[in-house]
């Protein structure tokens, strides 16, 4: 069984930081691409950031510059460190994993992130 678990998000002040992680199980880590996509209220779910199995990455406009995808294969984790962070930044980010043998998409629940003074 596929899992996905997102942590780390939380309430923020506007420039500050904040590391989002994802902790896969049930999937041959290193044979997935990840990648994190965000929600805000009343708005469509956007991808945000991927990640290759090989380690190349490609981001947002709106996040270049200010977020950093990166993966641990030791550890079957993803990272999403997020710096200078907007109040539009404001949203639920969900993990997603693409294992190269597989032609489903897997999905974690989501960890909440809040900018805000």
């Known amino acids: 069984q596929v899992q996905l678990v997102e942590s780390g998000g939380g309430l923020v002040q506007p420039g500050g930081s904040l590391r989002v992680s994802c902790a896969a199980s049930?999937?041959?880590?290193?044979?997935?691409?990840m990648a994190w996509y965000r929600q805000a209220p009343g708005k469509q779910r956007e991808l945000v950031a991927a990640?290759?199995?090989?380690?190349?990455?490609n981001y947002a406009d709106s996040v270049k510059g200010r977020f950093t995808i990166s993966r641990d294969n030791t550890k079957n984790t993803a990272y999403l460190q997020m710096n200078s962070l907007k109040p539009e930044d404001t949203a639920v980010y969900y993990c997603?994993?693409?294992?190269?043998?597989?032609?489903?998409?897997?999905w974690g629940l989501g960890t909440q992130v809040t900018v805000s003074s």
């Open positions: 049930g999937i041959l880590f290193s044979l997935a691409a």
């Open positions: 990640i290759t199995r090989g380690g190349s990455t």
């Open positions: 997603l994993a693409r294992p190269l043998y597989d032609p489903n998409d897997y």
